[in-house]
């Protein structure tokens, strides 16, 4: 089952691994491998790739990014295709997709020799333009009856899936507040009305996708290969700035209802 009705879909340039993830998670349907194993498996692959661009292996560190978003598309295909959804793997992977995005700008930031100050802010500007693209997507999944895993708002603990257990949610539901909540409280006070709008045009979401983690990685691979890497830290900073452009898109020519 896909995340949208068929004819809401649109080309989501931040999802190049879902044909590859798709076919992982078929091949890993009938086994006793599970989402949160998956999940594990890009957490790993990400760390090996900061190892190897620490001791300038740039050509693997960038296969193995580009592995890391594939597998990242496998988790949740595999859990469509078990029909498992779980909160403890939604928040499972979105807590392994804020570490090892700090974990990379760290390793870039030593590479370059940046200083600490401008990688932190990289950091917070890569979270959110990830929170930006994550926000209006989940606007949209709910608003034509898609997957709703992901809720528009995580203000409480969601109420366990059958064959989780609720305090391993809320577990996971902290730990996810704990490292997210800042990110989206500003996304949501910088466009609170977005969830009242029709469904968002097809072009709207491509544009935002470019903000996706997937492309966002996809971009730190291409600079690793052609030995940019001096300037991932200072492209982040500047690439936010298509945070207002697009807040300010969906404000002024996507009316709510």
Known sequence: MAKLPKEFQFIDLSDYGRPAGRWIA???????????????????????AIGFMIYEYYVTAAF??????????????LSRLKNTPSYVGRYYDSIADILLNFC????????????????????????????VFNYYYVILRHSVDGDSTSRIIEDCPPKAFKGE???????????YDTLYISFDKVMFYMDRNARY????????????????????LLIMAFMLVFQLHEFVIPFFIIYSVFIFVFVGLRILFLKTQ
């Open 104 to 131: 990379f700008l760290s390793a870039f930031c030593y590479m370059s020799q940046s200083s600490l100050f401008l990688m932190l802010l990289a950091f917070i500007g890569i979270q959110m333009q990830g929170t």
């Open 26 to 48: 078929k091949h890993f349907q009938h086994t006793s491998v599970t989402p949160i194993h998956v999940t594990t498996m890009f957490f790993i692959t990400g760390l090996l």
């Open 197 to 216: 709008s029709p469904p968002f045009p097809k072009w709207f979401m491509t544009l935002v996708s470019i903000y996706g983690l997937g492309f966002q």
């Open 165 to 175: 257990s609720q305090k391993m949610v809320n577990i996971f539901y902290k730990i």
């Open 64 to 77: 193995l990014i580009v592995l890391k978003s594939i597998l990242d598309a496998a988790d949740g295909e």
